[in-house]
């Protein structure tokens, strides 16, 4: 298993890939993003939609609006940091400009200002891609002091987004898919941090979510997503599976029953028989093909957990990268 410390203290696009055309110009850092503060975007879902699986167009398109320069700025961070971690010729230079973007944010107290309830969930999944782009160049510069600042920030977002999911967010929210992205924001933060409160809450979050697996694997409020269900039971295998191996002495894996491997195993059987879905649902699912950066977790997976059926999922994707879980897997696992 390969460990970027302190990486490891032992929904979502891929990153891009360099071209051989671009591997002798100079580096340069990406242009700046105007720090977002203030976040406010309604839900995605049409008001009547019992099972939260009937898209209102409009409403999508503003949430996708809002979304747009936080996502895109994550991935420009986690594309500079995974080329800080593998090209020594660019890695202080790579390693200056994600600090420098990532402390521009944190000066504004970007995402401090969130409106709406749907602006509150979709944070954390956010909030984990900023931590992990830090995470990873944080030991290419370990006396910088911009890490106490951008440190601060982070943890400051996460203890209003826990604060929320245990007090203020819907039923359902507190402890599906949504919550296993604030578990893994919790994680990634607190072990920069050093917040064993905050990795600690991370871990119960990850027994909330996990533990409610049938014996299938299959996750009932996921299933309850009606012809979503395949959609959101995959979104919330990564955050649970990466969460357990960034905090491996939470022992995560063997929970109740080993319900992440559970999980894991009813989603490699159910991407190629959506019909197991279908059976628990009544609905067709609204899903595929198989895109490589749903299934970047097995990276993280497969480095703690034996199992064949997660392993020929894996090999069907050539490379593993998502935004939100770290970017490119191979250079944290």
Same mark, same amino acid.
């Given at each position: 298993?390969?460990?970027?410390?302190?990486?490891?203290?032992?929904? !979502?696009?891929?990153?891009?890939?360099? =071209?051989?055309?671009?591997?002798?110009?100079?580096?340069?850092?990406?242009?700046?993003?105007?720090? %977002?503060?203030?976040?406010?975007? /309604?839900?995605?879902?049409?008001?009547?939609?019992?099972?939260?699986?009937? !898209?209102?167009?409009?409403?999508?398109?503003?949430?996708?609006?809002?979304?747009?320069?936080?996502?895109?700025?994550?991935?420009?961070?986690?594309?500079?940091?995974?080329? *800080?971690?593998?090209?020594?010729?660019?890695?202080?230079? +790579?390693?200056?400009?994600?600090?420098?973007?990532?402390?521009?944010?944190?000066? &504004?107290? #970007?995402?401090?200002?969130?409106?709406?309830?749907?602006?509150?969930?979709?944070?954390?999944?956010?909030?984990?891609?900023?931590? !992990? *782009?830090?995470?990873?160049?944080?030991?290419?510069? /370990?006396?910088?002091?911009?890490?106490?600042?951008?440190?601060?920030?982070? #943890?400051?977002?996460?203890?209003?987004? $826990?604060?929320?999911?245990?007090?203020?967010? /819907?039923?359902?929210?507190?402890?599906?898919?949504?919550?296993?992205?604030? &578990?893994?924001?919790?994680?990634?933060?607190?072990?920069?941090?050093?917040?064993?409160?905050?990795?600690?809450?991370? &871990?119960?979050?990850? =027994?909330?979510?996990?533990?409610?697996?049938?014996?299938?694997? &299959?996750?009932?409020?996921? $299933?309850?997503?009606?012809?979503?269900?395949? @959609?959101?039971?995959? @979104?919330?295998?990564?955050?649970?599976?990466?969460?357990?191996?960034?905090?491996?002495?939470?022992?995560?894996?063997?929970?109740?029953?080993?319900?992440?491997?559970?999980?894991?195993? !009813?989603? #490699?059987?159910?991407?190629?028989?959506?019909?197991?879905?279908?059976?628990?649902?009544?609905?067709?699912?609204?899903?595929?093909?198989?895109?490589? @950066?749903?299934?970047?977790?097995? +990276?993280?997976?497969?480095?703690?957990?034996?199992?064949?059926? %997660?392993?020929?999922?894996?090999?069907?994707?050539?490379?593993?990268?998502?935004?939100?879980?770290?970017?490119?897997?191979?250079?944290?696992?």
């Amino acid at each position: 298993m390969k460990l970027i410390l302190p990486l490891l203290l032992l929904p !979502f696009a891929a990153t891009a890939q360099e =071209r051989p055309e671009d591997q002798d110009k100079p580096f340069a850092c990406f242009a700046a993003v105007d720090p %977002v503060v203030t976040l406010g975007h /309604p839900s995605r879902y049409k008001a009547d939609s019992t099972s939260r699986s009937d !898209f209102d167009e409009k409403a999508e398109a503003e949430v996708n609006r809002a979304l747009k320069p936080i996502d895109d700025f994550i991935t420009d961070l986690a594309t500079t940091s995974d080329l *800080a971690l593998s090209d020594d010729k660019d890695a202080q230079a +790579a390693t200056d400009c994600v600090l420098d973007r990532l402390h521009g944010w944190a000066e &504004a107290d #970007a995402l401090s200002d969130l409106t709406t309830d749907s602006a509150r969930l979709s944070t954390p999944s956010r909030l984990a891609g900023l931590a !992990f *782009a830090h995470a990873k160049v944080a030991p290419l510069a /370990p006396d910088d002091p911009r890490h106490a600042e951008i440190n601060g920030w982070l #943890a400051g977002r996460m203890k209003a987004s $826990m604060t929320f999911f245990d007090k203020d967010a /819907p039923p359902r929210a507190s402890k599906n898919n949504l919550r296993a992205w604030a &578990a893994l924001a919790a994680a990634r933060i607190g072990l920069s941090a050093k917040d064993d409160a905050m990795t600690e809450w991370a &871990a119960d979050s990850v =027994r909330r979510v996990a533990c409610q697996a049938e014996p299938s694997g &299959a996750l009932p409020l996921e $299933m309850w997503r009606g012809n979503l269900a395949l @959609h959101y039971q995959i @979104h919330a295998i990564g955050p649970l599976a990466v969460t357990a191996a960034l905090l491996p002495d939470a022992n995560l894996f063997e929970e109740c029953d080993r319900a992440i491997p559970r999980i894991a195993g !009813f989603i #490699a059987r159910a991407v190629d028989d959506p019909q197991i879905v279908q059976d628990i649902t009544g609905k067709k699912q609204k899903y595929g093909p198989p895109e490589p @950066h749903e299934f970047a977790w097995t +990276a993280a997976y497969l480095s703690q957990v034996d199992d064949p059926e %997660v392993e020929a999922l894996a090999r069907r994707f050539d490379r593993k990268g998502n935004s939100k879980l770290g970017g490119d897997q191979s250079l944290l696992w």
